[in-house]
């Protein structure tokens, strides 16, 4: 894609270093939940797979030993640098791109399956919904995207009440510490549920299921119909 001068720069959010990156998603990716949802979701041996903020490669690394053919993506080079390590020491290869979900490099329908955790929440909602159409795009006809993120499950009726209780739930339960949730809330950009859904579906997605198991947190199955379904 051309630079554009109006173009969102998804680097202007990049700042981690190696210390940060090895702990930013310890709370969530183990072995044995990666595993069960690349099981859910059927990853066959041969399957192109793309996992879009791979972080540190767990998820990436199993669908690998799987027998995926996997392309590990993020936009952090620290991120990649500790996938390419959990790649070595489980003796799997991956291959490895420096992008974001606005600038990762594809060719149109060649994907058996794309998956993304928390990192559509780093886009604003106009960049959301054109991350989500490059996906399309991505992938196959008939071909499923999971995606994870932090939403907001309800609508705030009373903010200052809400935003607590949130952040009560983030820190108690996700072994964040407080500063981590409040400059979520304050600067990151996290939407609604039904907001995702929406665009979702607008882009052309079937949507297969959506679990809201907590306040700020959804998972979405999707599926691109074939030729002469419909969505």
Same mark, same amino acid.
């Given at each position: %894609?051309?630079?554009?001068?109006? +173009?969102?720069?998804?680097?202007?959010?990049?700042?981690?270093?190696?210390?940060?990156?090895?702990?930013?998603?310890?709370?969530?990716?183990?072995?044995?939940?990666?595993?069960?949802?690349?099981?859910?979701?059927?990853?066959?041996?041969?399957? =192109?797979?793309?996992?879009?903020?791979?972080?540190?490669?767990?998820?990436?690394?199993?669908?690998?030993?799987?027998?995926?053919?996997?392309?590990?993506?993020?936009?952090?080079?620290? %991120?990649?640098?500790?996938?390419?390590?959990?790649?070595?020491?489980?003796?799997?290869?991956?291959?490895?791109?420096?992008?974001?979900?606005?600038?990762?490099? +594809?060719?149109?329908?060649?994907?058996?399956?794309?998956?993304?955790?928390?990192?559509?929440?780093?886009?604003?909602?106009?960049?959301?919904?054109?991350?989500?159409?490059?996906?399309?795009?991505?992938?196959?006809?008939?071909?499923?995207? +999971?995606?994870?993120?932090?939403?907001?499950?309800? %609508?705030?009726?009373?903010?200052?009440?809400?935003?607590?209780?949130?952040?009560?739930?983030?820190?108690?339960?996700?072994?964040?510490?407080?500063?981590?949730?409040?400059?979520? %809330?304050?600067?990151?950009?996290?939407?609604?549920?039904?907001?995702?859904?929406?665009?979702?579906?607008?882009?052309?997605?079937?949507?297969?299921?959506?679990?809201?198991?907590?306040?700020?947190?959804?998972?979405?199955?999707?599926?691109?119909? =074939?030729?002469?379904?419909?969505?």
């Amino acid at each position: %894609m051309l630079a554009r001068d109006w +173009y969102y720069t998804q680097r202007r959010r990049l700042g981690l270093d190696s210390a940060v990156a090895s702990i930013y998603d310890r709370h969530d990716n183990s072995d044995v939940r990666t595993h069960a949802a690349l099981s859910m979701l059927g990853v066959q041996r041969g399957w =192109k797979v793309a996992d879009i903020g791979c972080g540190n490669g767990v998820l990436a690394v199993e669908a690998a030993l799987m027998g995926a053919d996997v392309d590990a993506i993020d936009i952090s080079p620290a %991120m990649l640098a500790l996938a390419k390590i959990q790649a070595s020491d489980r003796k799997v290869a991956l291959r490895t791109q420096p992008a974001g979900l606005l600038s990762f490099a +594809y060719k149109p329908n060649s994907y058996d399956l794309i998956v993304s955790e928390f990192a559509l929440h780093h886009l604003p909602d106009f960049w959301k919904a054109v991350a989500l159409a490059r996906i399309y795009a991505a992938l196959k006809p008939g071909a499923n995207f +999971y995606l994870r993120d932090i939403v907001f499950v309800s %609508m705030p009726d009373g903010v200052d009440r809400d935003v607590e209780a949130w952040a009560d739930f983030s820190i108690k339960n996700h072994d964040f510490d407080r500063d981590s949730v409040v400059t979520h %809330m304050r600067d990151e950009y996290s939407t609604f549920g039904w907001v995702i859904e929406r665009m979702l579906t607008d882009v052309g997605f079937t949507l297969v299921s959506a679990d809201y198991h907590a306040p700020l947190h959804g998972t979405y199955l999707l599926r691109k119909p =074939k030729p002469g379904e419909q969505g």
